[in-house]
C-alpha cells in the first residue's frame, strides 16, 4: 500500500521549488532595476568612457538581463554566488561567517520563543475567558503594536544606557564564557522573542480553544478526563497542523527583524552584510543575501506544510 | 425497584450573546430506576439534551445549572467539586453521543479511544481493557471485531462508529447510559441495526438508560417510561404504552397526532396529457472528466422519470444514494453529463445558465437548510422582493402588495416582512424559503429534504401547508426526502433510488407490501413504527441487509 501522504509532500516540494525559481527572477530584476549604473559607481565619476565601457564588457553588463539572469542563477546552482563589487572577495566566503552568526541569533530566539509561545498559548486556551487569559490576550497585543526598533532601542536604552548591565552593541566574536553569551544575546534575543511569540501566542490560544470546541474534546470530558488530558490527547494532536504553521510563519518574520536588530546592535549577521550591501551598492551580495532569506522562508513554510500534512490521520 | 437517578426541581440557566440571563431548564423532576431506560422526548430547544448532560455534571458553554439536584446512586452531580465529577463519569454514568463521527478523536486509533476510559480511571489492564473492547465489540455485532479498533474513525462507517461509541460507553461497567440522539444522523436502514444492537446489550446487563430523541417512534422500541419535554418544561411522563395510547396532555397529543397524520396517504387529483416533466437517461456527477466522457464520480447513473401534471413525485433513499444531485441536475446547479430533460414538452438545456428566465421561473428549487439559502443580511421583504423584480419586473407598491400576498399564502403575519432571517423560527425560515419559490410563480418546485431539520409538529404543518397550495395553484413537486412517512404523505408515485439508480417506482399505497426490488423492500421495512414490539418482532433477511448497508 502507496502512503497517501507521499504525492501530496512530493507536490508540495515541487511547488516550493517553482517559488523558488519566481522569487530568484524578481530577486534578480528588482535589483538591476535600482537606479545608477554599476561601471560608473565602481569607477567613479573621473573615469573614461572607454574605461567604463572595458568595465561593463567584462562584467558582462553589455548583454541582454535574461543572458545575465542565466548566468546569474547557473551560478547559484553550482554554487557560485559570484565575486563582490566592493572588495573583490567571493561572495560565498563573504556570507558564510555571518551566516552562522545569524543563525545563531535566529536559533537562540527560535529555543526561546517557541516553548514559551506554546506555554502561554496552550495554557491561556485552557483557561479561557480567566484573568489569566485576558491578561497573556493584553499582553500580547500590546506587543504585536508595538514596532520592533522601538523595543530594541527601549531595551537599549533601558539596559544598557540606564542600568548598564549589558554591552549596546553585540559582537558575537567576544564571546567566550557562557556569562559573555548571555550578555551579548539578552537584548537581540528579547527583540526578536517580543515580536516573534507574540503572534504564536495568540495562534496557538486559537488553534487550541477551536479544538476544545469539538464534540471529541467534549466526549473525552464526559469519559471522566481531567482537562490537561483533554489538551494533550485530544486537543493538541489535532492542533498540530495550525500551530505548526503559526510557529513557521512567525518564526519567518525573524528574516524581517532580523534585519532591524542587527542593524541597532550593530551584531555581525548576515542583515547587517545585506544592509552594508545596499550602502555600496553591492548587487551581487543583495542578490545572494535576499535569496539566502527567501530560501530559508521556503523551507519554513515547506517544513510547516509537510509536518501538517503528516500529521493527518486521514494521510497515514 | 430502588431509583437509581433522582432529578428534582432542576433549573438551568443560559447566558445569551447580549448577555441577558435565560432560563432554560424550569423546574424539571423525574425519576429513573435501576435497569429502566426511560425516554426523553420533544422538539428542538426543549431541554431534552440539556437535562441528560446534567447527569453528567455536565453543562454546555454558556449554561449552568441554578437550582435543584441531580442525584445520581446518592450523590447530587450538579454540587460535585470537578474532581469527584470526573471520577464519576465513564464509571456510573457514560455518555453516547448524537453524532460519533463528531465525537471520535480522528487523531487517534478507534481501541485507544474506546479503553481511554479503563485508563483514565486505571480500571484495568491495558491487555484487559481490550479483550474486553473486543467482547463488546461482538455484542454489538461489529463486523471485523478483533481488528476494528486498530482502524481510525474515518475509516468506518457512520453506524459502526455509533455503535463502537455505545461500546467506548459500556466498557466503564456504568450504572447509567446517556443516549444522546443516536440514531437521528443515520440512514433507515443503519438505525435498526444499531437501535438492535443497544437494546440488546442493554436488556443482557441491565444497564440504566436515558434515551434522547425526537423520534417517538425510536423511542418506543426502546424506553420503558417516556418523559415529555416542551420549552424545558415537563409535560407528562408516563410508562410507554400509556404515552402512546393514552396520552393525557394536549402536547404529547399534538406530537401523536403529527406523527399519525404524516402517515396518511395524500390524494391529488390527476389530469392527463402530456407529462410536465421528463427526464432521460440522466448521467451527472462531480470531478474531473475521464477520457471516455463522464465524470470520475458519478453520481447519477442513467436516471429516468416522469412527472405528470399536478401530481407529486416523491424520491426516497439513503444519503449518498444520489437524490440532491438529481434534484441539483434537474435544476441545472450541476449541468448533466449526458441525457435529456424535457419540461412542458420543450428540451431543457443541461446548465441552469444556458436556460431562459422564462424556464428558469417556471421550475423552482426549494433548499433543505433554510438558513443557509436565506441571506442573513437581507430583511424578509427584500428576500421575496427579488425574485418578484427579477422575474415579473415588479417595483414599489405593486411588489409590497405581492410579498404580502405571498407571505399570506405560506400563513407568515404580515408584520414578519420587516424581520431578517435570524429573528425567524426554523418553520418560519422554511416557509419564508418556500414563499420565495412560490414568488416565480412556478409550475414544479424541487424540494430537496426541506422538512428534515423541522420538527415533527412543524414538519406535519409544512407539510399541510404544500398540499394546500397544491390545491389553490395547481403545482406539481418533486418530493426529494429520507423521511418514508413524509413522502408517503404528499407524494402520488415514489421512486426508489440506491446508488444513483431508479431501482423501483411505485404508488405509495404499495410501499408496505408491493415493492419488489430487494432494496426497497428493506427500507421499507425498516421505517420504525409507533408499536413498541416492532423492533423485535421484524424479521429482515441478514444477507440481504449487509449487501445494502454494510458500508
Known sequence: MTNPALPLIASRLVISAITLLIVSVAVFFATTMLPGDTATILLGQAATPEAVAGLRKAMHLDEPAVLRFLYWAGGLLSGDLGTSYANDMPIADLIAGRFVSSMKLAGITALVSVPLALTLGITAAMLKGSLYDRAVTVLTIGIISVPEFMIATSAVLFFAVYLQWLPAISFANETVTWSDVLRVYAMPVLTLTFGVASQMIRMTRAAVVETLNTPYAEMALLKGASRGRVVLRHALPNAVGPIVNAIALSLSNLVGGVIIVETIFNYPGIAKLMVDAVATRDLPLIQSCAMVFCVGYLILITAADVIAILANPRLR | ?551
Request: hydrophobic share 40%.
Open chain 2, 1 to 551: 425497584m430502588t431509583n437509581l437517578v433522582e432529578i428534582r426541581d432542576l433549573k438551568v440557566e443560559a447566558k445569551t450573546d447580549s448577555g441577558r440571563i435565560v432560563e432554560i431548564i424550569r423546574g424539571v423532576s423525574f425519576d429513573v430506576q435501576e435497569g429502566e431506560i426511560v425516554a426523553l422526548i420533544g422538539e428542538s430547544g426543549s431541554g431534552k439534551t440539556t437535562i441528560a448532560l446534567t447527569l453528567l455534571g455536565h453543562t454546555r458553554a454558556g449554561c449552568r445549572i441554578s437550582g435543584g439536584s441531580v442525584a445520581l446512586a446518592g450523590q447530587d452531580m450538579a454540587r460535585l467539586p470537578e474532581r469527584k465529577r470526573a471520577s464519576v463519569r465513564g464509571t456510573q454514568v457514560s455518555y453516547v453521543p448524537q453524532s460519533a463521527a463528531a465525537a471520535f478523536n480522528p487523531a487517534q486509533t478507534i481501541m485507544e479511544q474506546v479503553i481511554e476510559v479503563t485508563r483514565i480511571h486505571d480500571l484495568m489492564s491495558a491487555d484487559a481493557a481490550r479483550a474486553r473492547a473486543t467482547d463488546l465489540f461482538k455484542a454489538l455485532s461489529l463486523p471485523n471485531p478483533e481488528t476494528i479498533g486498530d482502524r481510525y474513525p474515518h475509516q468506518v462507517s457512520g453506524g459502526q462508529l455509533q455503535r463502537l461509541s455505545a461500546a467506548m460507553a459500556l466498557i466503564g461497567d456504568p450504572k447509567i447510559v446517556i443516549f444522546d440522539e443516536p440514531t437521528t444522523a443515520l440512514d433507515v436502514t443503519t438505525q435498526i441495526e444499531v437501535l438492535r444492537a443497544f437494546k440488546s446489550v442493554m436488556r443482557k446487563s441491565r444497564i440504566a438508560g436515558v434515551y434522547v430523541s425526537h423520534d417517538l417512534a425510536v423511542v418506543a422500541q426502546i424506553a420503558d417510561r417516556i418523559v415529555v419535554l416542551k420549552g424545558g418544561e415537563l409535560q407528562e411522563i408516563g410508562s410507554t404504552e400509556q404515552i402512546l395510547n393514552s396520552p393525557q396532555h394536549p402536547y404529547t397529543k399534538q406530537l401523536l397526532g403529527a406523527f399519525k397524520q404524516a402517515a396518511r396517504a395524500a390524494s391529488t387529483a390527476s389530469q392527463e396529457g402530456r407529462p410536465l416533466l421528463e427526464v432521460q437517461d440522466l448521467v451527472a456527477g462531480y470531478g474531473p472528466m475521464q477520457t471516455d466522457g463522464t465524470p470520475l464520480i458519478k453520481a447519477l447513473r442513467s436516471v429516468s422519470l416522469k412527472v405528470e401534471r399536478g401530481r407529486n413525485l416523491g424520491i426516497i433513499g439513503e444519503s449518498g444514494c444520489g437524490k440532491s444531485t438529481l434534484a441539483r441536475t434537474i435544476a441545472g446547479i450541476l449541468p448533466a453529463v449526458s441525457g435529456a430533460i424535457t419540461f412542458d414538452g420543450k428540451p431543457l438545456a443541461p446548465a441552469a445558465h444556458a436556460r431562459t428566465r422564462e424556464e428558469l421561473r417556471e421550475l423552482q428549487i426549494v433548499f433543505q437548510y433554510a438558513d443557509t439559502a436565506l441571506n442573513p443580511a437581507k430583511s424578509i421583504s427584500d428576500i421575496l422582493g427579488r425574485p418578484l423584480s427579477f422575474y415579473h419586473g415588479m417595483a414599489g407598491e405593486k411588489r409590497a402588495r405581492r410579498v404580502d400576498e405571498l407571505l399570506d399564502m405560506v400563513r407568515l403575519p404580515r408584520a414578519l416582512k420587516h424581520r431578517r432571517p435570524a429573528e425567524l423560527s426554523g418553520g418560519q425560515k422554511q416557509r419564508v424559503n418556500f414563499a420565495r419559490a412560490l414568488a416565480a410563480e412556478p409550475k414544479l418546485i424541487l424540494c430537496d429534504e426541506v422538512t428534515s431539520a423541522l420538527d415533527t409538529v412543524v414538519a406535519a404543518a409544512v407539510i399541510d401547508l404544500l398540499k394546500e397550495l397544491q390545491r389553490e395553484l395547481s403545482l406539481s413537486y418533486i418530493f426529494i426526502s429520507h423521511d418514508l412517512s413524509v413522502v408517503e404523505a404528499i407524494c402520488d408515485e415514489v421512486a426508489v433510488m440506491y446508488a444513483g439508480e431508479k431501482i423501483e417506482q411505485l404508488p405509495p399505497s404499495a410501499m408496505g407490501s408491493g415493492a419488489s426490488h430487494p432494496y426497497s423492500k428493506l427500507l421499507f421495512s425498516s421505517v420504525p413504527k409507533l408499536d413498541p414490539t416492532w423492533l423485535d418482532s421484524l424479521k429482515q433477511d441478514p444477507e440481504l441487509l449487509s449487501a445494502f448497508s454494510g458500508r
